[in-house]
């Protein structure tokens, strides 16, 4: 079992900046792959951006390409999305995910492919 446990969300203007952490824990020997998901009221859940562990393989949604980045610390299990220039339209719910399976499988299949969820952390950008 892998538990996951979002943070870093909150309240911000357009063109600021959030930074989401997510703090992993259980049996993560075996996770090859870990991603940024978010939900916006009213629509299905999307994929934000995954890294792969050790980083070597590393891909964004269009909308996030250049405005996000996406790392992680292995030492301290913890995946974190760096925000910057934050568009109302960011405004969702943002979710981490991991996964025993390769990244470059998981971004070729449906989202519920994905075995381990966190709770989420709400990030709304005003404008």
């Known amino acids: 079992q892998v538990q996951l446990v979002e943070s870093g969300g909150g309240s911000v203007q357009a063109g600021g900046s959030l930074r989401l952490s997510c703090s992993a824990s259980g049996n993560l020997y075996s996770i090859y792959c870990m991603g940024w998901f978010r939900q916006a009221p009213g629509k299905g859940r999307e994929r934000v951006a995954v890294i792969s562990t050790g980083a070597s393989y590393v891909r964004y949604a269009d909308s996030a390409k250049g405005r996000f980045t996406i790392s992680q610390d292995n030492a301290k299990n913890t995946l974190y999305l760096q925000m910057d220039s934050l568009k109302p339209e960011d405004t969702a719910m943002y979710y981490c995910?991991?996964?025993?399976?390769?990244?470059?499988?998981?971004?070729?299949?449906?989202?519920?492919?994905?075995?381990?969820w966190g709770q989420g952390t709400q990030v709304t950008v005003s404008s």
């Open positions: 995910a991991a996964d025993f399976s390769p990244c470059p499988t998981l971004i070729q299949a449906p989202l519920s492919t994905w075995d381990y």
